[in-house]
């Protein structure tokens, strides 16, 4: 978005996992310099280089939406999966109702178009979002989501999430 940069933010230093540094998720990247940047960042690993925060590309998204000020950040992961990852130090920050009614909104239309699922980590935790509800789920190591459709004997739209073994790559 033209105007748009990380500027002090750098919530994505601390909250993802970096396999080619072997940082971990919610710890900070011992190259992260507070306020000013990433102290490598012309020779920065790929799974940086290649990271697109929501907030920077995505125009819909007001300066509330910015990390560093929301607390979480958006993104679409290398699976498709439309990904809210949220600071564990501020773990309900996703449900303050300036984002919620977003989330929930987006959740849904993913769902109506793509079958695409939206998911919020904190942590270890793991909470899948339906139109009609927030379902936390387990996923064990090798698994994914599946978000099926049904229909109620109503005739409405009900979903629920299916935790499936991943295919062998």
Not at 2 to 21: D, F, H, Q, V, Y
Not at 50 to 66: I, Q, S, T
Not at 86 to 109: E, F, L, N, Q, S
């Amino acid at each position: 978005v033209p105007g748009r940069a990380c500027g002090t933010c750098m919530l994505c230093c601390k909250l993802a996992s970096i396999p080619e540094l072997d940082k971990p998720a919610n710890k900070w990247c011992r190259h992260a310099a507070p306020g000013r940047g990433c102290t490598i960042y012309d020779a920065r690993p790929g799974d940086c280089r290649h990271f697109h925060c929501g907030w920077l590309v995505d125009a819909n998204m007001g300066p509330e939406w910015k990390p560093e000020v929301s607390k979480f950040m958006v993104f679409v992961a290398g699976d498709g999966t439309f990904t809210i990852m949220v600071d564990p130090g501020a773990p309900a920050a996703w449900k303050d109702p300036r984002y919620y009614t977003g989330i929930k909104t987006v959740a849904a239309r993913l769902l109506d178009s793509k079958m695409m699922p939206t998911m919020v980590i904190i942590g270890a935790r793991r909470i899948v979002i339906l139109p009609e509800r927030d379902a936390e789920v387990k996923i064990p190591d090798g698994h994914g989501v599946r978000i099926v459709e049904m229909q109620t004997p109503q005739g409405q739209r009900k979903y629920d999430v299916v935790v499936e073994k991943l295919p062998a790559a």
